[in-house]
């Protein structure tokens, strides 16, 4: 009886927590150097960020046709299709099946997609500014006019050239790998050089607003990746006043930067910087989301009430010689936790290692 009553005071203080749904906040989107004026404003379903597909396809150059028989949009730009399902998060390009978190979805009259996925489908980038709220999308540019051939003119004879003296041998050296141009092509080598990884990590978290006070979130735990591509991961979490738990999931915490999909690990580095630093590549990113895998986590640590995490990083993505990733620090975090319909201030930092 006494475990009964326990359980059922947890769960009360649980549910004093929340109070009020998310919001999307005065989300802006600039394609090309344009504004998008939207008829339906964005909107956050499940920690993913929803934005009208049509205003932002047809700014890109695209025509949009909706099938209300099908409750399927369409968008076309040249010789790319993309085809959004409503309901569905497997929307397709040319026919190739794409991954979305979160589907489409129909709100006043305008169907909604995940920004990411919209900005990307027709080879765009995407970069996000957490101080302003602001998604930018970038067309590819177009492909420049061929150059006109050179007018090539006969040589003149050359004089026989005089009988050269034999050349000593030459020692050839195994070149060093050369160091990545950009985040996105140090990502995509690191993919390429998949093998199986183990990983242990770290994250601290604290909540704040809750009816016991401000909460620490205290989170080890270990994972791995394994030569099928598949991620698992087990964890404890000291939860302070509520209590503590010990879950598991078939997920591993940036496993998009060990083996795929490619267009996630991209994202994770969407507008990043690069330096070497002692003989390492190392990848600097601020301001944007966490990825799935560490939500899946975040997300997952509390077995009494379902708790989605919203929140934004500054990371640094550490990659060795032989091109794989091992180290990622997150120096911050900053957003919301959000159980019950109650948004609560959160924030923290995390550390994961990885070897093979």
Same mark, same amino acid.
């Given at each position: 009886?006494?475990?009964? =009553?326990?359980?059922?005071?947890?769960?009360?203080?649980?549910?004093?927590?929340?109070?009020?749904?998310?919001?999307?906040?005065?989300?802006?989107?600039?394609?090309?150097?344009?504004?998008?004026?939207?008829?339906?404003?964005?909107?956050?379903?499940?920690?993913?960020?929803?934005?009208?597909?049509?205003?932002?396809? #047809?700014?890109?150059?695209?025509?949009?046709? /909706?099938?209300?028989?099908?409750?399927?949009?369409?968008?076309?730009?040249? %010789?790319? +299709?993309?085809?959004?399902?409503?309901?569905?998060?497997?929307?397709?390009?040319?026919?190739?099946?794409?991954? =979305?978190?979160?589907?489409?979805?129909?709100?006043?009259?305008?169907?909604?997609?995940?920004?990411?996925?919209?900005?990307?489908?027709?080879?765009?980038?995407?970069? /996000? $500014?957490?101080?302003?709220?602001?998604?930018? =999308?970038?067309?590819?540019?177009?492909?420049?006019?061929?150059?006109?051939?050179?007018?090539?003119?006969?040589?003149?004879?050359?004089?026989?050239?005089?009988?050269?003296?034999?050349?000593?041998?030459?020692?050839?050296?195994?070149?060093?790998?050369?160091?990545?141009?950009?985040?996105?092509?140090?990502?995509?080598?690191?993919?390429?050089?998949?093998?199986?990884?183990?990983?242990?990590?770290?994250?601290?978290?604290?909540?704040?607003?809750?009816?016991?006070?401000?909460?620490?979130?205290?989170?080890?735990?270990?994972?791995?990746?394994?030569?099928? +591509?598949?991620?698992?991961?087990? /964890?404890?979490?000291?939860?302070?006043?509520?209590?503590? %738990?010990?879950?598991?999931?078939?997920?591993?915490?940036?496993? #998009?930067? &060990?083996?795929?999909?490619?267009?996630?690990?991209?994202? &994770?580095?969407?507008?990043?910087? &690069?330096?070497? #630093?002692?003989?390492?590549?190392?990848?600097?990113?601020?301001?944007?989301?966490?990825?799935?895998?560490?939500?899946?986590?975040? $997300?997952?640590?509390?077995?009494?009430?379902?708790?989605?995490?919203?929140?934004?990083?500054?990371?640094? =993505?550490?990659? $060795?010689?032989?091109?794989?990733?091992?180290?990622?620090? &997150?120096?911050?975090?900053?957003?919301?936790?959000?159980?019950?319909?109650?948004?609560?201030?959160?924030?923290?930092?995390?550390?994961?290692?990885?070897?093979?």
């Amino acid at each position: 009886m006494k475990k009964k =009553i326990a359980l059922f005071m947890a769960l009360a203080m649980l549910m004093t927590l929340f109070v009020a749904p998310a919001m999307a906040g005065d989300i802006k989107v600039v394609v090309d150097g344009k504004n998008v004026t939207f008829t339906q404003p964005p909107i956050i379903d499940n920690g993913s960020t929803l934005v009208p597909m049509r205003a932002i396809f #047809e700014t890109m150059g695209a025509t949009v046709s /909706w099938d209300a028989a099908a409750k399927t949009a369409t968008g076309v730009k040249g %010789s790319t +299709k993309v085809v959004l399902p409503i309901g569905s998060t497997s929307p397709t390009i040319n026919g190739t099946a794409k991954t =979305i978190a979160v589907p489409g979805k129909v709100v006043n009259g305008s169907t909604l997609a995940p920004l990411r996925f919209i900005g990307e489908a027709f080879g765009g980038t995407v970069t /996000w $500014d957490g101080a302003t709220q602001t998604a930018t =999308i970038t067309n590819p540019a177009a492909p420049a006019a061929p150059a006109a051939p050179a007018e090539v003119k006969p040589a003149a004879p050359a004089a026989p050239a005089a009988p050269a003296a034999p050349a000593a041998p030459v020692v050839v050296k195994p070149a060093a790998p050369a160091a990545a141009a950009t985040p996105a092509d140090a990502v995509k080598a690191a993919i390429a050089a998949f093998k199986p990884a183990k990983a242990s990590f770290t994250i601290n978290a604290l909540v704040k607003g809750t009816s016991v006070g401000d909460v620490a979130v205290k989170i080890n735990g270990t994972g791995d990746v394994s030569a099928d +591509k598949k991620g698992s991961s087990k /964890w404890s979490g000291n939860l302070g006043a509520l209590g503590s %738990s010990s879950p598991s999931g078939a997920f591993c915490p940036f496993s #998009e930067l &060990i083996c795929g999909p490619e267009a996630d690990a991209l994202a &994770i580095v969407s507008g990043g910087s &690069i330096a070497t #630093e002692g003989g390492n590549t190392v990848i600097t990113v601020k301001g944007l989301p966490v990825p799935a895998s560490l939500k899946s986590v975040l $997300d997952s640590t509390s077995q009494m009430v379902k708790v989605a995490f919203a929140l934004n990083m500054d990371a640094k =993505i550490t990659i $060795d010689a032989s091109g794989k990733v091992v180290k990622v620090d &997150i120096t911050s975090m900053n957003g919301t936790g959000n159980a019950l319909g109650k948004d609560m201030p959160a924030s923290g930092d995390a550390s994961f290692t990885f070897t093979y």
